[in-house]
Structures are given as structure tokens and as C-alpha cells.
């Protein structure tokens, strides 16, 4: 399996505070993704990373940033949570931007 | 902008009986298409994919899957299910990343709830 964690792996917080989850790779691989998982919905692209300081938006982005300040590791962070960011966050990786290997997720409860 | 759907929410069949999941795309071109599988609680295993070449595919744990371009359909089966088969499946597609361009950025169909019956 590909070297990929995600902490925390569970989370409950309030509406109207700062979370942020962390996605540390072994892999050295160069693309990062964050999804968020509900049902009915699969699995939907909040933000994206192709290298050290370089990120974009994705399909779910409003409410969420990212920063990745070195290689292995790729924060996700909301700002002010709210309960519809109540959800299960996958972090994906790839090197070379075509298939991706997927962390164990962290559950976020949003009271 | 690029779509997966899975007709089917939930699926259930006999252990030992074929299975055949299905995934339609919309798609300009050829997109690189991929199944992945999650059983409850876990995240996602790749089983197989398809970028070119020959449109049957084998992945793991027997299942293998056809690109059908006439029919935008990459349709996943299995030949006997086993009951640890049971799990969710997700269709996923990317524009290939020629040059560097797309970031492989996956979209997802809803998934396909996979129930095995002993």
C-alpha cells in the first residue's frame, strides 16, 4: 500500500471553529488531492496540489484552503466550520498525475 | 466539464453468480478511466484501469473491466462473486494528463453498493 496518513482520523468540533487535517505521504510523489465523501455523491475534488506551494481548486473548494509547504505533507483547512462540512476527507496522491493511491480518511462531525 | 454516472445504487446478488457493474461517462475524448472499491469503514483500493491499448482490462482480485467508446461505458464483472466481494464500488474518470496539463483530477460517479447473498 502506498504510504499515505491522515490525522485525525476522527473529529468532532463546533460550527465556527478552525479544523485542519493533515495528509503526510512516504511516496515522494509530486500531485496531492483532498476529496470529501457523501452519500449520493461519490467522492468529490475539494482542492488540489502539483508541487510545493502550488495548489488549486477543485469541483467543492468554497469554505476550505490548503497549503503544502513541503512535499509530504498537504493541509486541509476550514476556516469556520459549518455542519455541512460534516463529511468523511480523503487524501490522494500520484506521481504522475494519472492514477491515485487513497489514504484511510478522516470522519468530520460538525455540530 | 466531464461526468460519471452508475445507473445502479445498489446491487445484490449470490455468492458464486456473475456480476457486471455498470459506469457511463461523458467525455470530449478518451478519458483515463479507473474502478476503485471500498469496503465499509476503509478507503479506496484501485482495481484496475484503462488509459489506451486493449479495451479489456484485468485487474485485481478477478474482476476486469471494458472500454466500450461506442457506448461511453467502462462496465466492471466478475465471473463468480466471493462474499468478501461485498463493498462499495466508484467508477472514476480523468482527462489524461498529456503534458502535464490536467493533474489527473478525478471525478467520481455516486457508486454502486455491492450486497452478497451466502
Known amino acids: 500500500d502506498a504510504g499515505i496518513t491522515q490525522s485525525p482520523r476522527h473529529k468532532v468540533t463546533e460550527t465556527g471553529t478552525p479544523v485542519t487535517l493533515r495528509c503526510h505521504q512516504t511516496?515522494?510523489?509530486?500531485?496531492m488531492y483532498w476529496y470529501r465523501q457523501d452519500p449520493g455523491h461519490g467522492l468529490r475534488l475539494i482542492h488540489y496540489s502539483y508541487g510545493v506551494k502550488d495548489t488549486d481548486k477543485g469541483e467543492v473548494s468554497d469554505g476550505y484552503s490548503v497549503s503544502r509547504s513541503k512535499t509530504e505533507d498537504f493541509l486541509l483547512t476550514l476556516e469556520s466550520a459549518t455542519s455541512s462540512q460534516t463529511s468523511v476527507y480523503f487524501c490522494?496522491?500520484?506521481?504522475?498525475?494519472?492514477?491515485?493511491?487513497f489514504g484511510p480518511g478522516t470522519r468530520l462531525t460538525v455540530l | 466539464a466531464q461526468s460519471v454516472t452508475q445507473p445502479d445504487i445498489h446491487i445484490t446478488v449470490s455468492e458464486g453468480a456473475s456480476l457486471e457493474l455498470r459506469c457511463n461517462y461523458s467525455y470530449g475524448a478518451t478519458p483515463y478511466l479507473f474502478w476503485y472499491v471500498q469496503s465499509p469503514g476503509q478507503g479506496l483500493q484501485l482495481l484496475l484501469k484503462?488509459?489506451?491499448?486493449?479495451?479489456l482490462v484485468q485487474g485485481i482480485k478477478g474482476f476486469e473491466a471494458e472500454f466500450k467508446r461506442s457506448q461511453s461505458s467502462f462496465n466492471l464483472r466478475k465471473p463468480s462473486v466471493h462474499w468478501s466481494d461485498a463493498a462499495e464500488y466508484f467508477c472514476?474518470?480523468?482527462?489524461?494528463?498529456?503534458?502535464?496539463?490536467?493533474?489527473?483530477?478525478?471525478?467520481f460517479g455516486q457508486g454502486t453498493i455491492l450486497t452478497v447473498h451466502p
Open positions: 511516496e515522494n510523489h509530486r500531485y
Open positions: 484503462y488509459f489506451s491499448g486493449d479495451t
Open positions: 472514476a474518470v480523468s482527462r489524461p494528463n498529456a503534458g502535464g496539463t490536467s493533474y489527473g483530477k478525478l471525478t
Open positions: 490522494a496522491i500520484s506521481s504522475r498525475g494519472n492514477e491515485q493511491f
